[in-house]
């Protein structure tokens, strides 16, 4: 199996504070695919607060970019077969329902 990273993003507009019911949701999700044995790492939530961008010579400022209308709140790392199975699990993630997205990446392992 291989494994895919999914890459949680969300609008720089958005209310950041989930409510207990939404963390719940998410939580069903994450168990869900568990119980398919297909969550390999359940992954982090990303601060938004406490994050510094470093650039080239030495240009470090507060904060991810704020450039982009969107930032990533976390990932999850999962392993199936294909993309489009994990694209498949990432369909159920409550994120949708707040106007977010994911991003499915396929982790290339470093030999």
């Given amino acids: ?32 695919i568990a119980a398919q044995n297909k969550l ?23 904060g991810p970019y704020t450039e982009i209308k969107e930032f990533i709140s976390g990932y999850v790392i999962v392993k199936t077969d294909t993309i489009d199975e994990a694209v498949e699990l990432a369909k159920a993630n409550p994120i949708f329902k707040m106007g977010g997205n994911i991003e499915v990446r396929e982790i290339v392992q470093r030999k």
Avoid: C, H, Y
Avoid at 6 to 20: A, D, G, H, V, W
Avoid at 40 to 50: R, V
Avoid at 54 to 61: I, K, L, P, S
């Fill in 40 to 62: 390999a790492d359940k992954g982090n939530t990303l601060s938004n607060e406490s994050a510094k961008t470093v650039r080239a010579e030495n240009v470090v400022t507060d």
């Fill in 1 to 32: 199996m291989k494994e895919f990273a999914l890459i949680f993003r969300l609008s720089n507009q958005m209310e950041l504070k989930t409510t207990p019911e939404q963390i719940q949701e998410r939580m069903n999700w994450l168990a869900s």
